[in-house]
């Protein structure tokens, strides 16, 4: 396959795909433009989404979960990692077997299932947002152990201000990205993590202490500490447009990480929906807990938040692609994805001028 378009440096260049793989690129001169030139810039990587299309990951459903991997492609999603929600430990267990035997047996219509983000029964109970505050506990090493025991956790979400310091050494020992989610840590105590090896902040500004210039916090130190990745949900519901400016100028580029925080409710009509054991109902493309009335994920999707971000900021291309795909693909250690590059495995979005998608390419297949 040959692809021809302009890159997200504005560069003309040609594409040549063989099998999976991206074979080769040519940069060409530029008197050969049109004017109607197609963009080609990496998929995206979703590193924390809950499901949509009335899949929840940890309902543990192989059909389920197939359905939604397909469908996240037309929205230019290449590549997915499962976020859960706080569950019974027993079924949270049972979704990281379940994920695993869809790893290893990936079929060619769907997108790239890279793994498992804990997010969900090692949180604060002060910030327990969308999830069940009886089944919130203390993260342990034992924990870790029977989680990994599956080879396919990325990242563990968690606030570790309930845990030890020892706890995040031994999660990064084991190439697992230790994240800080719905937190009451101070300033003091973000650094400390960082210290043991804390490399994100889980969707920045939510589930977090109230900005308050008096006090420093840990969303002090997701926007100060520039060696911190920040995850962003740019649906303009969670975080203000205005706020997602604040970050695009505060953070270095490559440490944002643009996700959807997507749920089983996204793409389904208005009504009553069940969110892992809480009862959550979707109104006007908003979700909300039934209990106590606390936003619970959102309906929106990488292609949208990526829009977004460049209409909120006036970020370029190449910036939000950055945000979107290399970034991502950089904070899990993936030396083969997030970039249009000779050899890396060739998942590519073509766009149009007005950054609609005209096509996904996932392993070398068109979707």
Known sequence: ???????????????????????????????????????????????????????????????????????????????????????????????????????????????????????????????????????????????????????????????????????IKYISSKGIVPSLAHTIATGKETKKFMESGLKGITHTFNAMPIFNHREDTSIVRALIEDDLYTEIIVDGVHVHPNIVKMLYKVKPINKILIITDSVLAKGMPDGNYKLGELDIYKKNDKIFTKIDGALAGSISNMHMCFKNFIKFTNATLEEASMMTSTNQAKYLKLDNLGEIKEGYLADILILDKDLEIIKTIVNGNTI
């Open 1 to 167: 396959m040959i692809i021809k378009g302009l890159n997200r440096k504005n560069e003309y260049i040609k594409v040549e795909i063989e099998k999976n793989l991206i074979k080769k690129i040519t940069k060409l001169s530029s008197d050969k433009l049109t004017g109607n030139e197609k963009y080609i810039i990496p998929g995206f990587i979703d590193i924390h989404t809950h499901g949509g299309y009335g899949t929840d990951f940890v309902d543990n459903s192989e059909k389920s979960t197939r359905k939604y991997l397909k469908k996240v492609t037309s929205e230019g999603t290449t590549s997915i990692v499962h976020a859960t929600i706080t569950t019974e430990y027993d079924n949270l267990l049972s979704s990281l077997k379940t994920a695993k035997h869809i790893m290893d047996n990936p079929k060619k219509n769907e997108a790239r299932y890279l793994g498992v983000n804990i997010e969900g029964n090692f949180l604060n109970k002060a910030k327990k947002g969308s999830h069940k505050e009886e089944l919130l506990v203390p993260l342990k090493k034992h924990h870790v152990d029977e989680m990994s025991a599956f080879g396919n956790l990325k990242i563990i979400s968690a606030a570790y201000e309930n845990s030890t310091n020892d706890v």
